[in-house]
């Protein structure tokens, strides 16, 4: 298992919070299928996947991606937030 650094918990709170103060109603990210690492960070963050767009973007080598994408949507941010905060308090 991945230990995530404090830095990275840092990070990842400073670029979700000035979203989530904005009344974003949602937040989305598209990751590539191929990518697991990043789909499971972003699982660890608190995100719920919402499902794959295949087929969604031709790439420069001509191959198709397909996107997983996840979103965190405005009444879960306080709990994200939250699990953000302990985590970085256990790093």
Known sequence: MM????????GQKVLLEPLCLAHAPALYEAIREANIQSQRAIERLGAVKEGTMRNNRIMPDGSYR???????????WQQVKAGLEVKMRRA
Do not use: A, K, M, Q
């Open 3 to 10: 230990r995530c650094e404090p830095i990275t918990l840092r």
């Open 66 to 76: 397909h996107s997983v994408y996840y979103s965190i949507i405005e009444n879960e």
